[in-house]
């Protein structure tokens, strides 16, 4: 695959991810859990159809070599996946949308915790920087009531981190074998905790199809694209492409359904853009560099 290729890839699995938010606000009745359930079912037949035929017909196989590491990291996935459905359902997608994106942040203190990874020097000032943004949105959404939404929204994050610091402790370079358990777990766990705060799993058409419509599409086919260009584009440019997702999350509610933050939002989710910019910009210099 041509550099080119990869980062188109890459773009449009942002362009995807970006219209989450927008799915979910389509959906009336259905509680975060029972989404969880069925959006993870859908994912399910798309992912193990292109493993299997990246695997040659042995999608078990693959599964398997994933091993210990891709069980803690589908494990992690379930805690992005349920937190990003909760807290794009209690606040606004801006709010939800920039406090996801903390999740490279949240990822190089944990793989310097668990892993002991060397966290670079403007890394660390970037996370600093990062955190004035996060305190300038948390602090105006208690004032609104979104205390929920914010507090999934950064669970989330550290959801997604788990499951890139899991990817990095066996070093697996497939990610999808471990998105794959991750809708497996996500369908297990949904339903357990659906059945435990009495959220219906039978829900409206109308409901079952936004759900479908985002396993099938936004989740597994951005996942899938992004794995696929991954292998030729830098981590260091992965995560800037990828924010194409943070910056249009918040442009399609508008766009579609009106739908506007707060100025302290905004002032803070753009503290944390420039921090995640820079980092970002920074280590893609550093490689050109080396």
Same mark, same amino acid.
């Given at each position: 695959m041509r550099?080119?290729? /990869?980062?188109?890839f890459?773009?449009?699995?942002g !362009? ?8 979910i606000?389509?959906i009336d ?5 029972? !989404? ?6 859908? %994912?399910?037949?798309v ?15 693959a599964i398997?070599?994933s /091993?210990?590491?891709?069980m803690l990291? =589908?494990f992690?996935?379930? +805690? ?8 794009f ?6 709010n939800a949308a ?6 490279p942040f949240?990822?190089?203190?944990? /793989? ?5 990874e060397?966290?670079? &020097?403007r890394?660390?000032g970037a996370?600093?920087?990062a955190?004035?943004?996060i ?7 208690l004032?609104?009531g979104?205390l929920l939404?914010?507090?999934?929204a ?5 959801g997604?981190?788990?499951f #890139?610091?899991?990817?990095?402790w066996?070093q697996? @370079?497939d ?6 358990? =991750?809708a497996?777990?996500?369908?297990v +766990?949904g ?8 959220? &219906?799993?039978a829900?409206?058409? &109308? ?6 419509? %985002?396993g ?7 996942m899938?694209?992004?794995?696929l260009?991954s292998?030729? !584009? ?7 492409? #990828?924010?194409? @997702?943070?910056?249009?999350? &918040?442009?399609?509610?508008?766009l579609?359904i009106? @739908?506007?933050a #707060?100025?302290g ?7 944390? %853009?420039?921090a ?10 550093? %490689?050109?560099?080396?």
């Amino acid at each position: 695959m041509r550099y080119a290729t /990869g980062m188109g890839f890459v773009l449009i699995a942002g !362009v995807l991810w970006s219209f989450q938010g927008l799915m979910i606000r389509q959906i009336d009745g259905a509680g975060a859990w029972t !989404v969880l359930v069925w959006r993870s079912l859908a %994912m399910l037949p798309v992912l193990l159809a292109f493993i299997a035929w990246r695997s040659g017909g042995k999608p078990l196989a693959a599964i398997r070599k994933s /091993g210990l590491a891709g069980m803690l990291g =589908g494990f992690g996935l379930v +805690v992005a996946m349920a937190g990003s459905i909760l807290s794009f359902q209690t606040t606004t997608i801006a709010n939800a949308a920039f406090l996801l994106a903390a999740a490279p942040f949240v990822t190089a203190v944990l /793989g310097r915790v668990i892993l002991g990874e060397i966290v670079a &020097p403007r890394t660390w000032g970037a996370i600093a920087l990062a955190l004035v943004g996060i305190f300038i949105m948390v602090r105006e959404g208690l004032a609104a009531g979104a205390l929920l939404g914010n507090m999934a929204a950064l669970t989330a994050a550290v959801g997604f981190a788990l499951f #890139s610091v899991a990817l990095r402790w066996r070093q697996i @370079e497939d990610s999808l074998p471990t998105v794959l358990l =991750g809708a497996v777990f996500g369908v297990v +766990v949904g339903a357990v905790v659906a059945a435990q705060l009495g959220q &219906p799993l039978a829900i409206s058409a &109308p409901d079952l199809t936004w759900c479908i419509l %985002m396993g099938i599409g936004t989740m597994s086919g951005g996942m899938i694209l992004y794995t696929l260009g991954s292998r030729v !584009v830098p981590s260091a440019e992965l995560a800037l492409l #990828s924010n194409t @997702e943070v910056l249009l999350a &918040p442009f399609w509610v508008w766009l579609v359904i009106h @739908e506007t933050a #707060s100025t302290g939002t905004f002032v803070g989710g753009a503290v944390l %853009m420039v921090a995640i910019l820079y980092n970002a910009l920074s280590g893609a210099r550093r %490689m050109a560099l080396a």
